[in-house]
DNA sequence: TACGCCCCTGAAAGCGCTTTCAGAAAGCGC
DNA sequence: GCGCTTTCTGAAAGCGCTTTCAGGGGCGTA
């Protein structure tokens, strides 16, 4: 698309027979007699002129554009979260460059460096946060300039120490409260369908999760952590496992929705039920879990919020420098996939 | 971003003790001495230097920019799309810029402007495609120089005249064969939920479905066809309305299996039952719908091909230059959220 | 009518990169 | 060892825009 095809702003200012400056000032609207602004506008309007970000970022003039990384798009969680950057991205006329990672680190890496590149007004990093200390520096190498400058950079997840401004989901305490509700239900056995450990999402989920089964003296069996991928896909295959293994739990927990919609429909497919032969519990709350039946237990996120704080949060200056952190969500919403155990 | 806190190639050639070309050449993988090459790639590293995509851009270089624009990211039926559009452009090193216009015509050709501004590779469109050939007028214009280029605009839907590549739905033929196989069924009263009749997609799910009632002789009330936003709580409303009016159709077609998602809740909310009191039927085969209670039957569609298609086509020349129409999906999957009448 | 001030316009520099164009260095045959 | 060709390197010219810096015109004041 560099070919000639593209009018120029020299195009318009001949056309308007002005100077290049005036023309240009004319189109951002500085002070300008109104009677040139006019023959400006009107060139540009009649030639169909469309000013040249780059060129335009190149001189220093506002470019406006923010980089958006997550896993992948088309998971119900990251769509809707991606929602509500939108919204506000909308609302500030800036372009959203959206970059899936599948989950392969050195991709997110690279994403970070092409949105670098295009010299990104702010990045936002969606459930990024691996547990692994190496790749966290080399991402702080790749986010230098944005971290040096005044905070134009925020993440949905927890890092380890990346010293940027957070918005973050309260996994841990809310996978405790919903370790609470479970027990209060009477459940005493338990099992949990977790996604990869070297997530610090699914990690602070499990661990509250663990911890607070720990502290009402119940325990998990090593046996009753099923390990899959993030997805109904992997849920589906790790409740097929748990029940492969003549689990004895009761209460099955998903660090995930998607995970939860497939253990539900393993538990169908052997013909068991849900909630009757076994509780499932899920973490997210994306719309979708409403509508299913049973309606899913969860743990509620304010998915799009998430979205739209961090996104606010990364263009609002931070004059202190100072890591900012909002938490939200936690709450358990309890609904007919989970039962009370008599 | 733009402050002086950028590595250049010029600081790059000054510590590599060479010049700018020689730097910019080493770094693009030109002929260079090994020797001098070496201590260029040297350089950068150390410098953490990262090319600025603007100035290249400028200069003339490569870059691999690639603008989509939907009506919602975080409706299934895009991220499930928007999903393929990401793998397809990972694997060619493409970064996306995504924009949603949140079904407004006029931010839609907004989103194009800022797409040409900058300069993207190839323009998708996804679900744009109004009634309205005011508006497709200005679309044309806003595409212009993309047009005359080699076919670098693709679009997921019907337009009237627009001549660009287009990835296409079978959604006439598609809701045509829904109407068939539910007149097989034994269905004789319908009723339609049906979304913004501007939009080509509505338009043309609900005239294949209509024509094909017609054609077998079945009347459709007008009162039967009801309106509302393309969501799941368009489809409850929708759906309420209709209860409310005492239809008596024993199938309802929704036009998208979000508005029948919402249509089963209403159902439910009422008491009554999915599909023995009433079949409903979607349209796109979202992922979720097999895992409702009941499944959904709906029109197939290969939602992620879509997108790696419509990106692959846009990224194809074109050397005819001519319009390429892919037509995709369209075959009805019957599941449990409709019966026999017998 | 003449002088000074202020605002507006136009020329030009530069943003960081690619690429052409010569010139320098190196390689070859005789 | 000389002169030619063949590489490879460096200087410089843009890409399209914003913005500084003077200069010029219009106006107010005496």
New binding site residues.
Partial sequence: MQA?T?V???DVARAAD?????A??A??GM???PH?RERVLLAAERLAYT??AH??A????AHRTVGVVCHDVSDPYFAAIAGGVMRVAADNDLLVMLASTFSDPEREIAYVSMLRAERAHAILLIGSGFEDLHWERALEAELKPYLDGRGRVAVISRHRSLRVDTVLPENRAGAAAMARAMLEMGHRRFAVLTGPPVLTTVADRLGGFRAELRKAGVKLAAADIVEGPFTRDGGYAAMTRLLDQGTRATCVFAVADVMAIGACAAVRDRGLSVPDDVSVAGFDDIPIVRDLTPPLTTVALPLQQLGERALELALTENPERRRRVLRMGGEVVVRASTAKLT
Avoid: Y
């Fill in positions: 000639r593209h120029t702003l020299e002005v100077s290049l400056a005036t240009s000032r189109l951002n002070r300008v007699t040139l000013p040249n060129a335009r190149l001189a220093g003039g």
